[in-house]
């Protein structure tokens, strides 16, 4: 019998047989995340139904010694998810349960494996919300959310997860529930609930997730500004937010993701725009009716040649279609992409797209842009076709090539997807050795064995043992290509 063998029996006796999967045909439904290129199947997978599962089944690995990776709804878009061929694979989905739902303390209670927009489902007959939105929000987890410290459009007012859990019960790396936080706004102490939301499953498992609610607003108002091109609608939104006007968010697309969207969903956006907006403000509705007028001002002195006012929330919806739908509406124009994700100061947008152009010009590759433009957050979509030779390797540069833009100009190379097995290579770009040697730290502190979920985030995947400092060699990890040094 293999260990994993005797792992999966273990567990089949500690759980319920019908909770562990070790058939290689339906392991394959797992073997990818949203960054479907990456594929590793897993030596098994668990479903646990309870924190306790949860615990038990780390407490299992541990023992054995095996690796394991969480996984929520499997929407993560830089391999943060992608299984461990020697590990466990344990996947929240059948932990779904609301626990509590308490608008007179504005916080929910909720399982890792809710769906984002359930929450708010929950939450809105109270009048209440949770504000952070990622475009995934009908399918990610709120588990997922957590470890990967999700954005989405309205974060740009509202601020991105960090910003909306104030506690956490997790399965600590060697298998022991602990809580985090609580529901009080702060705790004293270190902010190891803080360290936790963005870690990528690298800290351990969320079992339950203390979020903030927030008071639906009074009115909501949304106009869509078709401009001929990035840089004036670029410079409609340094005019609004250098007025002091937070919109609750300011969304950009440019021609090529535009004419996907309308391929796609038929959302019907201004003919001949080179660029569009989306502004939306929401609040008490005499700021937000003064406040519009502003934005619609600055939208139109920056050469916005129309304006829509979404009349009713059906319009509404309309132009939030063909934003939210762009990434996969790029399929209609491509047969292949990359979502890209890193961010820049929103002043040097104008600089940077215009960088972006020259360099998707100077390899034949085209990008299309989404982004978050209120707080400068890009999402390049590299297009490619797999099928002609060279393509998705031209691809590929263009892609690091935007990241080196990001670097370049004060910026990030996730700004909210997440590191993951994919941007792990560019971390020496953005830290030195004595950054990485610190974070490695904080991840030793919580899990010295280096189980949970290795491989993810550091561009060296050192253990634990390891004196922290340059390495000697080349390490397994640059021979496989995952890792740079530089
Ligand atoms: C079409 C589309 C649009 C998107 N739009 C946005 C967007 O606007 N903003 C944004 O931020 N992201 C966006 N994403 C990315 C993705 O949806 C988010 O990263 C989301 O939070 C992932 O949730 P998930 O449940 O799918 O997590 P998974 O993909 O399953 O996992 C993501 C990471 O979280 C870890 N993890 C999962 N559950 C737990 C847990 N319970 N405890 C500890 N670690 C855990 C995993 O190990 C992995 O590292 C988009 C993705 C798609 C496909």
Redesign the pocket.
């Given at each position: 019998m293999t260990d994993i063998d005797a792992l999966a029996a273990r567990l089949r006796t500690d759980l319920a047989a019908d909770q562990v999967v070790s058939d290689r045909q339906e392991l394959r439904t797992y073997e990818c995340?949203?960054l479907a290129h990456y594929k590793v199947i897993p030596a098994l997978v668990v479903f646990p139904r309870s924190a306790e599962d949860?615990a038990r089944t780390v407490r299992a690995c541990v023992a054995a010694g095996v690796p394991f990776?969480?996984?929520?709804?499997?929407?993560?878009?830089?391999?943060?998810?992608?299984p461990h061929a020697e590990g466990v694979l344990?996947?929240?989905s059948q932990?779904r349960r609301i626990v509590q739902v308490a608008p007179e303390d504005e916080r929910a209670v909720v399982e890792?494996?809710v769906?984002?927009l359930q929450v708010t489902r929950a939450a809105s007959p109270s009048g209440y919300y949770y504000a952070?939105?990622?475009?995934?929000?009908q399918?990610?987890?709120?588990?997922?959310?957590?470890?990967?410290?999700?954005?989405?459009?309205h974060?740009l007012k509202y601020g991105?997860?960090t910003n909306h859990v104030t506690g956490a019960q997790?399965v600590a790396p060697d298998g022991e529930l602990v809580r985090l936080g609580g529901r009080a706004p702060d705790a004293p102490g270190y902010d190891l609930l803080g360290a936790?939301v963005g870690?990528?499953?690298?800290?351990?498992?969320?079992?339950e997730?203390t979020v903030r609610l927030v008071r639906l607003p009074e009115t909501v108002r949304t106009l869509l500004a078709a401009f001929p091109g990035v840089d004036e609608a670029g410079a409609a939104t340094s005019a609004i937010i250098g007025a002091g006007v937070v919109p609750a968010a300011v969304e950009m697309m440019d021609a090529l993701a535009i004419e996907a969207a309308e391929a796609a969903v038929h959302c019907g956006y201004p003919e001949g725009a080179g660029a569009v907006l989306i502004v939306e403000l929401d609040g008490p509705a005499a700021e937000v009716a003064a406040q519009f007028a502003q934005v619609e001002t600055f939208c139109a002195d920056n050469g916005a040649f129309e304006i829509r006012i979404a009349a009713d929330d059906a319009e509404r919806a309309l132009f939030w279609k063909g934003r939210?739908?762009a990434?996969?509406a790029v399929g209609r124009i491509s047969p292949d992409y990359i979502?890209q994700?890193g961010v820049i100061p929103r002043t040097a947008l104008p600089e940077v797209l215009h960088r972006i152009g020259e360099i998707s010009r100077g390899q034949g590759v085209r990008v299309a842009n989404v982004f978050?433009a209120g707080d400068g957050n890009l999402?390049p979509l590299v297009l490619f076709d797999d099928g002609v030779e060279g393509e998705a390797g031209r691809a590929e540069e263009v892609s690091a090539a935007i990241l080196a833009l990001c670097i370049e100009y004060g910026g990030s190379i996730t700004?909210?997807?997440?590191v993951?097995m994919d941007k792990a290579k560019y971390m020496p770009r953005m830290f030195t050795d004595d950054d990485l040697d610190t974070m490695q730290l904080v991840r030793c502190a919580f899990d010295p064995a280096g189980l949970a979920?290795p491989g993810?985030i550091f561009p060296t995947p050192r253990l634990c043992g390891e004196v922290p400092g340059r390495h000697r060699g080349t390490h397994p990890a640059q021979q496989a290509g995952l890792a740079e040094v530089f």
């Open positions: 995340d949203g949860c990776v969480a996984r929520g709804s499997g929407t993560g878009l830089s391999g943060g998810a992608l344990i996947v929240t932990m890792p494996g769906i984002n952070p939105d990622p475009s995934s929000q399918i990610c987890s709120i588990g997922g959310n957590v470890a990967e410290n999700s954005g989405g459009a974060c991105f997860t997790i936790f870690s990528e499953g690298t800290l351990g498992i969320a079992t997730v939210k739908s990434f996969a979502v994700d978050h999402h700004g909210e997807h997440g993951g979920n993810k």
